[in-house]
């Protein structure tokens, strides 16, 4: 028999994978592909993954930065915790990442890591403390 915590338990692990689909299929567009052959789709999806890939280091990394930055200010509580906007973040790689890609000299990947710290630090979102039943 299964208890409470063991659904709640089941359900985070089930609400991870639902926002991960829904990132797949509504921000990166998973299922619209550039041509109709095999290939061509293998390699949508290849890009797509590595994209998204990116956009996990970087969504981690700049999560770490935002909260180390504010409990350094004492703009938040020791039990706050902040992430930047996940949709903001995809923008912001988006706009820049394939100059960086192109052409990776030191300046272009300083300007472009300056430019989306700011840039997606600027919108953040206060993470739902969990409660315990």
């Given at each position: ?8 338990q ?39 993954f ?62 472009f ?21």
């Amino acid at each position: 028999m299964m208890t409470t915590e063991d659904i709640c338990q089941i359900y985070d692990y089930r609400w991870g994978i639902e926002t991960n689909y829904n990132t797949f299929k509504n921000r990166l567009n998973i299922e619209n592909y550039n041509g109709t052959k095999r290939i061509t789709i293998e390699q949508d999806i290849y890009s797509q993954f590595i994209f998204y890939n990116i956009i996990c280091y970087y969504n981690s990394y700049l999560n770490m930065l935002v909260n180390l930055q504010l409990s350094k200010k004492g703009k938040c509580d020791e039990d706050d915790e902040y992430q930047i906007d996940q949709a903001n973040l995809i923008r912001n790689l988006n706009d820049g990442l394939m100059k960086v890609i192109v052409n990776p000299i030191k300046d272009n990947i300083c300007e472009f890591t300056s430019d989306l710290i700011w840039k997606s630090s600027d919108e953040l979102n206060k993470i739902k403390k969990k409660y315990k039943i």
